[in-house]
């Protein structure tokens, strides 16, 4: 089992940046592919970016892809979700969630550890 924590996320202006990160521990984490997810209030959980076990893949869903960027650090066991042109339509409460799989999917049904999750607010 891995356990996640993320952390990073706060209140920010419209085009700022802000950089969340999921913290590991429990089993070997580069055994694990890892992907981010968001969901706002009222509507269904939503794939932001996955990362493969070894890095070596990356994904990211359309409403973020340029301006976010997804990258993991298997010594220090954290995965980094770095934000850029934040947009109010971003908001949201931002999870990590790791799978034991080479590949990362879009699908939360794929994963199998969840954090708890960390609140990301864009103002206009």
């Known amino acids: 089992q891995v356990q996640l924590v993320e952390s990073g996320g706060m209140l920010v202006q419209a085009g700022g940046s802000l950089r969340l990160s999921c913290a590991a521990s429990g089993d070997i984490f580069s055994a694990y592919s890892v992907g981010w997810f968001r969901q706002a209030p009222g509507k269904e959980r939503e794939f932001v970016a996955g990362i493969s076990r070894n890095s070596g893949a990356t994904d990211y869903g359309p409403t973020v892809k340029s301006r976010f960027i997804l990258s993991r650090d298997n010594v220090r066991n954290a995965v980094y979700l770095q934000m850029t042109s934040l947009k109010p339509e971003d908001t949201a409460v931002y999870f990590c969630?790791?799978?034991?799989?080479?590949?990362?999917?879009?699908?939360?049904?794929?994963?199998?550890?969840w954090g708890q999750g960390t609140q990301v607010t864009v103002s206009s």
């Open positions: 969630a790791a799978r034991s799989g080479y590949n990362s999917y879009p699908t939360p049904a794929e994963y199998d550890y």
